[in-house]
């Protein structure tokens, strides 16, 4: 007699194997290559407005361009990876931005720029998301946090390799050169995807795929687990809302949920891009020169692979959600504190690598609130759909620089004004930890769900 396993209680009780290393491992590199990728604009736009003679406001539409290309392909990937996989979808975004960011850096006029980066944003829009999702089909919840975050940690050390990178490119070649690496690496990893990335196995159990399929991939989770006379089985809806993840998205039980993930996720990217974007002019006009404004941005952006790892650690002994509280808490203090230190370079960059630190950190762990809030037949959407309406925020926050930069305000009263955003996040966390206890979350599945 056939026995049914449920995959996602499996996958709980096992050890960490090999193939989930290399899955956790893959990821991580896919979201370095990310970050240098998305942050590299903001090493170049110091250049570019030097070079072409343009001002700080023709940078924002620039700026802003591969923005709002990751809003639209965040938001469209999410339901076609829930339909054809994971692991395709990927790869195609991988290919895709590395091919238009190549040919970004033959641009020779902004509108040109503006248009290769929109299309190369479309593309990135899709990888951090999947990313994410491929790591939680393959991780015990008992860690998923701090999974999640370890691999989006990668984010800021990619955008701080671009910033070290970009303090000797740029001035021993071009900015050209940054374009280049930038397409190049994403292309590379779409290579080793092809062959080494599985694809997610409760996609594969979702979708119904050969027994022998799924079983090889049980075999090199648990060598020993016999998979004879069993077959594995996730949570099966009773409504239909299983062939419409976005249904199940905007549904009454989760549409609460999904506006605050996009209203704190939107929140925490406008912070997090603005400064990204813009921190190394808003140094350089504080009287840093280029090269101690590319290390001072590199410098915040490392602080985000520490942040991942404390916050994924806090949130998980703690409370996700009130974990993340704490982390934006202590991201306003700093952003408080940085208004008085000066122009003195060491505790300047003491101070963004704590903001760095703090917000990145708890950004990053959204995507594991996110990620485990939905159903995995709707987790790809969910997670997408909070990725590309999040970047709403990060789109805001280009053209929010570039005023706040031409009405000439200093790096300390922009950090205050950064403040108003990030408490907000946190009134909308505990909002959302009291209208989902885990009570709530269980009744739900035992209302809506069967094995």
């Known amino acids: 007699m056939t026995q049914q396993v449920n995959l996602r209680e499996f996958i709980d ?66 339901p076609l990876a829930d339909k054809f996989g994971r692991k395709k979808l990927l ?16 641009s020779s006029h902004v ?21 994410v999702t491929l790591v939680t089909d ?50 590379i990893l779409a290579t080793i995807a092809v062959f080494k990335l599985p694809e997610s196995i409760g996609y594969k159990v979702l979708k119904h795929h050969p027994k022998a399929e799924i079983d090889a991939i049980i075999h090199q989770i648990a060598p020993d687990f016999d998979t004879s006379n069993k077959v594995f089985v996730l949570p099966q809806p009773k409504t239909d809302t299983v062939d419409n993840p976005v249904k199940t998205v905007l549904s009454p039980f989760y549409l ?33 020169s280029i090269s101690e404004a590319s290390v ?3 410098i915040y952006q490392l602080g985000g692979p520490v942040g991942c790892i404390v916050c994924g ?51 990053a762990g959204m995507n594991s609130v ?20 999040g970047r709403l925020g990060a789109v805001g926050s280009a053209f929010a620089g570039a005023y706040f930069l031409s009405l000439g305000w200093a790096a300390s009263k922009i950090f205050l004004i950064l403040c108003l955003p990030t408490v907000g996040i946190i009134l909308a966390l505990c909002i959302m930890k009291l209208a989902y206890s885990p009570k709530k979350m269980r009744q739900q599945e035992l209302n809506k769900v069967q094995i």
């Open 313 to 363: 650690y806090v949130m998980d002994k703690i409370s996700p959600h009130f974990g993340l509280a704490i982390s934006y808490g202590l991201a306003v203090i700093f952003m408080v504190l940085v208004g008085e230190v000066g122009h003195n370079f060491t505790l300047y960059s003491l101070m963004c690598f704590f903001i760095g630190m703090w917000m990145n950190g708890a950004n």
């Open 13 to 78: 009780e096992s050890r960490i194997s090999p193939l989930q290393r290399l899955v956790i491992f893959l990821c991580l590199m896919i979201i370095v290559v990310d970050g240098i990728d998305i942050s590299v604009m903001g090493f170049v736009a110091p250049v570019l407005k030097h070079e072409w003679g343009i001002t700080t406001s023709d940078l924002a539409p620039v700026m802003s361009a591969a923005l709002i290309g990751l809003a639209v392909g965040a938001v469209v990937s999410g």
């Open 111 to 131: 509108n040109e720029l503006m248009i290769y980066r929109f299309i190369a944003g479309l593309f990135m829009g899709g990888v951090m998301p999947q990313a």
């Open 138 to 187: 393959y991780s015990s919840m008992k860690v998923n946090a701090r999974l999640v975050t370890i691999i989006l940690s990668g984010f800021t050390i990619g955008a701080a390799i671009g910033g070290f990178l970009a303090a000797w490119v740029i001035p021993h070649f071009s900015w050209h050169a940054m374009m280049i690496i930038g397409g190049i690496l994403p292309l």
């Open 370 to 389: 996110s990620s485990s809030f939905y159903p995995v037949f709707a987790r790809a959407t969910g997670n997408s759909w909070m990725h590309g309406i």
């Open 256 to 288: 609460l949920g999904s506006f605050l993930l996009w209203w704190s996720y939107a929140s925490g990217l406008f912070v997090v891009y603005l400064l990204g974007s813009w921190l190394p002019m808003m140094s350089n006009e504080f009287g840093f």
């Open 296 to 298: 001072i941005t590199a």
């Open 91 to 106: 790869i195609t975004n991988l290919v895709g931005f590395g091919i238009f960011t190549l040919l970004a850096a033959l």
